[in-house]
């Protein structure tokens, strides 16, 4: 049994490490505020885009554009997965892990090659520690994503694409729908569907939420509208990308929160289950004490 002096130096130690998890706990509340607005302030632009297009589309523009290229035989498949720098955000990066592994093992078993490109330092130790083959590895995205960081990936992956080097790009990262529910998504981002419905249940593509515009047919484009269609669609893809970023990273810090949260209260719990023990062994030690007291008057007389 420990010593009171040993219960007292644990409820130190615990006291110390709930400190530092609920502190961890309301920056990472903070934090989750300013991304969930990032997130919130990104959709209109998002969604504007993906209304113009299937508004050019349902009024009869067919840009001939190499992103609509229809792919008849899938040799090469892209995969971006998308997780965090840090750890202590619950389960985040393992799921991230385990549906990438998921989808490279999927596409081997179709004897389909795939080129797996990582962001996130914990993805990128997973995979090399497991020796899972990858093509790069992207640590410099933190907090607040840009737009430049969208296009750094759309630009690779529009020229590979474009270049048949690639015949499909997928993109994995956490979904942020509310503070609620977070879940580890497959995207089909390339090549780009206009088609009203996919059937794919893996997939979860943003043009499917955009509903027709049958005034389209009364506009007038300046320029034309082939070449309005040919412009967004590199928009459209670039905002993709930039839109998983920014939901990674508030499904990150509300991850966090969340787990922060469990620690904290179970500091306190353990704190509670440490005081009683404390007071049990020293009204021990204290009983014991007077035992030997009485017992050493009685022998004196």
């Known amino acids: ?76 498949v892209g995969i971006l997965a998308v997780a965090a720098n840090r750890g202590l955000c619950g389960g985040f990066n393992n799921n991230i892990v385990k549906l990438c592994i998921e989808r490279i093992n999927y596409w081997k078993s179709q004897n389909i090659e795939t080129e797996v490109h990582l962001v996130g330092k914990k993805l990128i130790s997973v995979f090399s520690f497991q020796k899972v083959p990858f093509e790069k590895g992207y640590s410099h995205i933190q907090d607040s994503p840009t737009v430049e960081n969208g296009l750094e990936f759309s630009d690779y992956f529009i020229r590979a694409f474009i270049d048949e080097k690639l015949d499909k790009v997928e993109v994995i990262h956490t979904s942020y729908k509310n503070s609620s529910a977070q879940k580890p998504v497959l995207e089909s981002v390339l090549p780009i569907s206009l088609d009203n419905q996919d059937e ?70 353990m704190i509670k289950d440490l005081t009683r023990e404390y007071n049990r062994v020293r009204q021990a030690k204290i009983t014991q004490e007077l035992s030997e007291i009485v017992a050493g008057a009685d022998a004196i007389s």
């Not at 919130?40 to 009869?60: C, D, F």
């Open 200 to 269: 794919s249940s893996h997939t979860h593509h943003h043009y499917n939420e955009v509903e027709q515009d049958n005034t389209v047919s009364n506009s007038i484009y300046e320029p034309n509208a082939e070449e309005i269609m040919a412009s967004l669609l590199p928009r459209a893809i670039s905002t993709i990308f930039l839109q998983a970023l920014l939901e990674s990273v508030a499904a990150e810090h509300i991850a966090r929160r969340i787990a922060m949260k469990n620690a904290t209260d179970a500091a306190s719990d």
């Open 1 to 76: 049994m420990a010593t009171p002096r040993e219960i007292k130096k644990r409820i130190g130690a615990v006291k110390n490490t709930k400190q530092i998890t609920s502190t961890m706990e309301m920056v990472s509340t903070a934090k989750s505020k300013k991304a969930v607005d990032r997130v919130h302030a990104a959709q209109p632009y998002a969604m504007k885009i993906q209304e113009l297009i299937r508004s050019l589309e349902s009024g009869g523009v067919s840009a001939k554009h190499p992103l609509l290229r229809k792919v008849e035989t899938v040799k090469k």
